[in-house]
């Protein structure tokens, strides 16, 4: 096996982070119709594209080309720099949506929970709801 040019790297590199790009964008629809095994799937798929990032990313940092990069490669590792900036863009986006969303079932769940049992219905110290039938009844003074 033949040990890939600079080129060859670079534009590996390039089809590395085009993929991590399209791999967000179908998580963020994954979060906005709500499908956790697209969600996983892709989270999956994102941190396999990260680790290939990394790994081109330490064989490019041995190329001597990189020390007196022409105009050309300039550019090309500007746009792969654009293009990680809108990953890191994408990504706390999806973050953020996926917090909320974290947010809203529990929310919901504690409305369940207040549902089934509205005496029963305990807080601990973060606002986390939990069902207590106990709460008050083993007092012995």
Same mark, same amino acid.
């Given at each position: 096996? !033949?040990?890939?040019?600079?080129?060859?790297?670079?534009q590996?590199? /390039?089809? %590395?982070?085009?993929? +991590?790009?399209?791999?967000?964008?179908?998580?963020?629809?994954?979060?906005?119709?709500? &499908?956790a095994?697209?969600?996983?799937? $892709?989270? #999956?798929? &994102?941190?396999?594209? @990260?680790?290939?990032?990394? +790994?081109?990313?330490?064989?490019?940092?041995?190329?001597?080309?990189? !020390?007196?990069?022409?105009?050309?490669?300039?550019?090309? @590792?500007?746009?792969?720099?654009?293009?990680?900036?809108? $990953?890191?863009?994408?990504?706390? *986006? %999806?973050?953020?949506?996926?917090?909320?969303?974290?947010? /809203?079932?529990? &929310?919901?769940?504690?409305?369940?929970?207040?549902?089934?049992? &509205? %005496?029963? +219905?305990?807080?601990? !110290?973060?606002?986390?709801?939990?069902? *207590?039938?106990?709460?008050?009844?083993?007092? #012995?003074?």
């Amino acid at each position: 096996m !033949s040990t890939p040019t600079f080129e060859q790297l670079l534009q590996t590199q /390039s089809d %590395n982070v085009n993929e +991590l790009l399209e791999v967000m964008e179908s998580e963020t629809t994954a979060i906005a119709t709500r &499908k956790a095994a697209d969600i996983e799937s $892709c989270a #999956k798929k &994102k941190l396999t594209t @990260i680790q290939r990032i990394q +790994l081109t990313d330490a064989q490019l940092a041995r190329c001597s080309e990189l !020390s007196t990069p022409s105009d050309e490669v300039k550019e090309q @590792i500007n746009k792969i720099k654009q293009t990680l900036e809108q $990953c890191h863009s994408v990504n706390e *986006s %999806n973050g953020a949506a996926l917090q909320r969303a974290q947010l /809203s079932m529990h &929310k919901l769940r504690n409305l369940f929970q207040e549902a089934a049992g &509205k %005496n029963e +219905l305990t807080y601990d !110290s973060e606002g986390q709801a939990s069902g *207590s039938r106990t709460l008050g009844t083993n007092v #012995k003074a």
